[in-house]
T-cell receptor, first 113, second 112 residues
Framework: QQQVKQSPQSLIVQKGGIPIINCAYE??????FPWYQQFPGKGPALLIA?????SEKKEGRFTISFNKSAKQFSLHIMDSQPGDSATYFC????????????FGAGTRLFVKA | NAGVTQTPKFRILKIGQSMTLQCTQD?????MYWYRQDPGMGLKLIYY???????DKGEVPNGYNVSRSTTEDFPLRLELAAPSQTSVYFC???????????FGPGTRLLVL
């Protein structure tokens, strides 16, 4: 019930393509859903996040789509660039006094020039 | 601001040795977290703290201990290192009431 399932494990797209990464969760108590971007040798950095009462959020070229009834959410990267090549993690957060974060397994994205 | 800093960057331990991974943040954040990241996997929460003197277990606390005597520091202790603890360890912090976590650069630990 605490798991967050992420797919695909890896993704290769051409420059300008729109990679889509999907995540699913089971615990309806999660109340915040961030996406993190991680470059090799670095810690994850917050990219964009959404709350479950919102169906879509856009920030620049990054969009989260959220389907509360299906308990699924996805990240879309518009006009992808080689610099977007990184590992992307979805996460789900439980507010337990602290913020208990459950991460997906990650998606390695490679954008071909 | 340096943000979240971690030391050491890399360490090799022998089975049964102990060590402390250091984590310091200069953002005056109340909440701090320790995660481990195994190859090809997401991050697993080990312990977290909502303030000085308060800590709680995450998903994978076995084999680790933490303390939080100040707002700035949140050290992670391995008492009897095991090969299964070979991983990259990340410390993170967040402000009270804010879900956004800021991560340190990580400590790579190899237990042989």
């Amino acid at each position: 019930q605490q798991q967050v399932k992420q797919s695909p494990q890896s993704l290769i797209v051409q420059k300008g393509g729109i990679p889509i990464i999907n995540c699913a969760y089971e615990n309806t108590a999660f109340d915040y859903f961030p996406w993190y971007q991680q470059f090799p040798g670095k810690g994850p950095a917050l990219l964009i996040a959404i709350r479950p009462d919102v169906s879509e959020k856009k920030e620049g070229r990054f969009t989260i789509s959220f389907n509360k009834s299906a308990k699924q959410f996805s990240l879309h990267i518009m006009d992808s660039q080689p610099g977007d090549s990184a590992t992307y993690f979805c996460a789900a957060i439980l507010n337990t006094g602290g913020f208990k974060t459950i991460f997906g397994a990650g998606t390695r994205l490679f954008v071909k020039a | 601001n340096a943000g979240v800093t971690q030391t050491p960057k890399f360490r090799i331990l022998k089975i049964g040795q102990s060590m402390t991974l250091q984590c310091t943040q200069d953002m005056n954040h109340n909440y701090m977290y320790w995660y481990r990241q195994d190859p090809g996997m997401g991050l697993k929460l080990i312990y977290y703290s909502v303030g000085a003197g308060i800590t709680d277990k995450g998903e994978v606390p076995n084999g680790y201990n933490v303390s939080r005597s100040t707002t700035e520091d949140f050290p992670l202790r391995l008492e009897l290192a095991a090969p299964s603890q070979t991983s990259v360890y990340f410390c993170a912090s967040s402000d009270r009431g804010q879900e956004t976590q800021y991560f340190g650069p990580g400590t790579r630990l190899l237990v042989l």
